[in-house]
């Protein structure tokens, strides 16, 4: 092959995130632009579709004209635009969609569409340049928490995924019904070091039919009573020890699950993704149950955890490189599922 620089400017909008980047040859990220909705949607204690929608609509042109000028680029100089067509918002996907097939029409330029999750997966290419297939990796978000075997470059076998609320969600439930607000797991994370996480024993959710499988509704549940128990019984609750013993019955079943797989399916590498992976005491955990296994651990840094860019122009890149290609017909799919194409 011709020694030449694979530039790939990558669009992100699945979410409440306006993201863009470029990355060249889908390990060295130039730029990684993202204006966050975060402080708009707290107002409303979560995210709110509709306004997520037109706050992208606002900021897209802004964050890719930033994310060329901060990499010293021009949209001639790039090779593809990657952009994330699935799974989210269906509202806030489109524009992002929209956007990318204009810009890919408008230079005559490869169009890519991504998979949000095979993206937050790719983030970890970004810090770890050794790190290649096969591994196991871990995505744990707002919108999933699946167990996935990365057998090589866009291929994925999903082995075990939630079977009602994703780990973030979790997290941002018991943070509102704790009086923490929104986006609940960084504050839970928070005053969770202040607490005990063996003060209140909440379950841990084991499922038969689905080794890998999780729930996370039940413990959620489980939050909910034991604070309207309290409640009821006129005692004040800890907000420290009820976070801290959510968030360790959240890590022990990601734990036990994760290890059971590596075992299983003998995996000799271990990564972690999405913004639920930026938890430092879920990181620790793993860190200490793959050095009991002799594993490999890898983890991207917390602004790759959550939603970006850069980590949809990795996944863009290897696409491409692939050859994968989409037409101007691309449309949005609000539930994508991965591996699918
Ligand atoms: O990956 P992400 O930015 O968006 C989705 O694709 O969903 O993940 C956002 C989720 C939210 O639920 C947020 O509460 C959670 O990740 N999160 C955390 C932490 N930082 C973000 N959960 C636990 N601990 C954290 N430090
Ligand atoms: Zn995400």
Do not use: W
Request: glycine content about 10%; charged content about 25%; aromatic content about 8%.
């Amino acid at each position: 092959m011709e020694n030449k620089e694979v530039k790939v400017l990558a669009i992100e909008s699945s979410c409440d995130e306006t993201a863009a980047a470029v990355v060249v040859n889908g390990r060295d990220v130039r730029s990684n632009v993202i204006s966050s909705q975060i402080d708009l949607h707290t107002l409303y204690g979560g995210v709110v579709p509709e306004i997520a929608s037109r706050k992208h609509i606002e900021k897209i042109n802004q964050v890719i004209e930033q994310a060329l000028q901060e990499a010293d680029y021009t949209l001639d100089d790039m090779d593809a635009i990657a952009v994330t067509y699935g799974p989210g918002l269906v509202g806030a996907l489109l524009v992002g969609v929209a956007e990318a097939k204009a810009v890919a029409y408008a230079k005559k330029k490869p169009l890519v569409g991504v998979h949000h999750i095979e993206g937050h997966i790719c983030a970890n290419y970004i810090e770890n340049k050794e790190l290649e297939p096969p591994f196991l990796c871990l995505v744990v978000s707002g919108g999933h928490t699946h167990l996935v075997r990365v057998c090589d470059y866009g291929k994925y076998e999903i082995l075990g995924k939630t079977r009602d609320d994703a780990a973030g969600e979790a997290f941002d439930k018991v943070a509102r019904a704790i009086g923490l607000g929104y986006p609940g797991g960084p504050k839970i994370e928070k005053v969770a070091h202040e607490g005990n996480p063996h003060a209140v024993e909440f379950p841990r959710a084991k499922i038969d039919d689905g080794p890998y499988d999780f729930s996370f509704s039940g413990l959620k549940s489980a939050v909910l009573n034991y604070i309207n128990g309290c409640n009821m019984k006129g005692i004040d609750i800890v907000q420290a020890d009820v976070a801290a013993s959510f968030q360790k019955a959240v890590i022990d079943v990601l734990v036990a699950n994760a290890m059971r797989a590596i075992d299983e399916f003998g995996m000799e590498k271990f990564a972690i993704a999405g913004g639920v992976a930026s938890n430092r005491t879920l990181r620790e955990a793993l860190k200490e149950a793959c050095e009991k296994k002799g594993v490999e651990f890898y983890y991207p840094s917390p602004v790759y955890c959550t939603d970006n860019a850069a980590m949809i122009g990795v996944a863009g890149y290897y696409d491409y490189i692939a050859g994968k290609r989409d037409g101007l017909d691309l449309n949005a799919i609000p539930n994508l599922r991965l591996g699918e194409r």
